[in-house]
């Protein structure tokens, strides 16, 4: 997603159909060109949201992850938007390693 994709998006502004288009049809040569499943993409998708989801938190609802090529190359993109970082939990969970390790 552009910069100008997520002012778009911020503004409520609806693509052109043919902008649609072309993006879907980049996101069908993405999954061609990496072989990735439409299955194992979701599979990813849940567990890098279980991932980050231990360190902050995110909006689900918002978040997105894709196939993004440019200059023929394929990246996997997490676009999530972050609530709060929980880095009180994140110490506290470091404390209790601590104090188990050294019984």
Avoid: C
């Avoid at 993405?30 to 567990?47: F, V």
């Amino acid at each position: 997603m552009t910069l100008r994709d997520l002012i778009n998006k911020l503004l409520g502004r609806q693509q052109a159909s043919a902008a649609r288009a072309r993006e879907r049809l980049q996101l069908v040569l993405a999954h061609d060109r990496t072989d990735l499943s439409p299955d194992l993409l979701d599979q990813m998708r849940e567990e890098i949201l279980s991932v980050v989801a231990k360190y902050v938190e995110i909006d689900v609802e918002e978040g997105a992850v894709s196939l993004e090529t440019e200059d023929r190359m394929t990246a996997l993109v997490a676009n999530l938007p972050i609530k709060r970082t929980l880095s009180g939990d994140i110490k506290l969970k470091e404390q209790s390693t601590e104090s188990s390790a050294s019984k």
